[in-house]
């Protein structure tokens, strides 16, 4: 009894080796990229969150200032003060 290899069972056998598992391979990557690629979306929302407004750094600029000129006032009352006292 003498066993034949046909070119069909080397061509299946290809497949079957080397087709199916690099299917199998690409199929995870992509569906590792599609889970990055959504965990990436959800951190740039998150980080938008903890970002300030140009509004709230104006307003904050703004009582910066204020309160720098009460204190540039206070030291020019107590210099006056002290100027005309001596």
């Not at 070119?7 to 080796?17: C, E, F, K, R």
């Not at 959800?42 to 309160?67: G, L, P, S």
């Amino acid at each position: 009894m003498e066993i034949t290899i046909s070119p069909y069972i080397i061509w299946n056998l290809i497949i079957t080796v080397i087709i199916a598992p690099l299917g199998f391979l690409i199929r995870n990557v992509l569906s590792e990229q599609k889970r990055l690629d959504i965990l990436v979306n959800k951190t740039r929302e998150e980080i938008a969150k903890d970002y300030a407004t140009r509004e709230q750094i104006e307003a904050d600029f703004v009582r910066i200032q204020n309160t720098l000129n009460k204190i540039d006032e206070k030291l020019d009352r107590l210099q006056h003060k002290t100027y005309f006292q001596e």
